[in-house]
T-cell receptor, first 113, second 113 residues
C-alpha cells in the first residue's frame, strides 16, 4: 500500500470554527489531491497540488484552502466550517504526469454541527 | 467538461452469479479509464485501468473491463462473484493531458449467499 496517512481520522466540530486536515505521504510523489465523498455524488476534487507551493482548484473549491510547504504534507483548511462541509475527505497522491495511478489515503470523517 | 455516469446505484447479486457494473463517460476525446473499489470504512483501491492498447483489461481478482470507444463505455464484469466482492465500485475517467480525475457516483455491489 502507498504510504499515505490522514489526520485526524474523525472530527466533530461546530459551525463557524476553522478546521485543518492533514495528508502525509512517504512516497515522495509530486502530485497530491483532496477529494470529498458524499452519497449520490461520488468523489469530487476540491484542490490539488503539482509541487511544493503549487496548487490549483478543483470542481468544489469554494470554502476550502490548501497549502503545501513540503513535498510530503498537503493541508486542507476550512476557514469557517459549515454543515454542508460534513463529508468524508480523502487525500490521494500520484507520482508523475500522464497515465499515472492515484493512490488514496484512509479518509477523514468530518461532522460539522 | 468530462462526466461519468454509473446508472446503477446498487446491484444485488447471488454468490457465484455473473455481474456487470456499467460505466459511461461523456467525452469522446482520448481518455484514461479506471475502476476503483472501496470496502467499508476504507479508502479507494485501484482495481484496473485502461491506458492504451488492448481494449480488454483484467484485474488480479477476476474482474475485467472493456473499453468501447464508439459507445464511450467501460463496463466492469466478473463471471462469478464472491461474498468478499461486496463493496462500492467507482468508475473514473481522465482526459489525456490533464491531471484531474472525474469520478462516477459509484455502484454498491451486494453479494448474498
Amino acid at each position: 500500500d502507498a504510504g499515505i496517512t490522514q489526520s485526524p481520522r474523525h472530527k466533530v466540530t461546530e459551525t463557524g470554527t476553522p478546521v485543518t486536515l492533514r495528508c502525509h505521504q512517504t512516497e515522495n510523489h509530486r502530485y497530491m489531491y483532496w477529494y470529498r465523498q458524499d452519497p449520490g455524488h461520488g468523489l469530487r476534487l476540491i484542490h490539488y497540488s503539482y509541487g511544493v507551493k503549487d496548487t490549483d482548484k478543483g470542481e468544489v473549491s469554494d470554502g476550502y484552502s490548501v497549502s503545501r510547504s513540503k513535498t510530503e504534507d498537503f493541508l486542507l483548511t476550512l476557514e469557517s466550517a459549515t454543515s454542508s462541509q460534513t463529508s468524508v475527505y480523502f487525500c490521494a497522491i500520484s507520482e508523475r504526469e500522464g497515465p499515472d495511478t492515484q493512490y488514496f489515503g484512509p479518509g477523514t470523517r468530518l461532522t460539522v454541527l | 467538461a468530462q462526466s461519468v455516469t454509473q446508472l446503477d446505484s446498487q446491484v444485488p447479486v447471488f454468490e457465484e452469479a455473473p455481474v456487470e457494473l456499467r460505466c459511461n463517460y461523456s467525452s469522446s476525446v482520448s481518455v484514461y479509464l479506471f475502476w476503483y473499489v472501496q470496502y467499508p470504512n476504507q479508502g479507494l483501491q485501484l482495481l484496473l485501468k485502461y491506458l492504451s492498447g488492448s481494449t480488454l483489461v483484467e484485474s488480479i481478482n477476476g474482474f475485467e473491463a472493456e473499453f468501447n470507444k464508439s459507445q464511450t463505455s467501460f463496463h466492469l464484469r466478473k463471471p462469478s462473484v464472491h461474498i468478499s466482492d461486496t463493496a462500492e465500485y467507482f468508475c473514473a475517467v481522465r482526459n489525456t493531458g490533464f491531471q484531474k480525475l472525474v469520478f462516477g457516483t459509484g455502484t454498491r455491489l451486494l453479494v448474498s449467499p
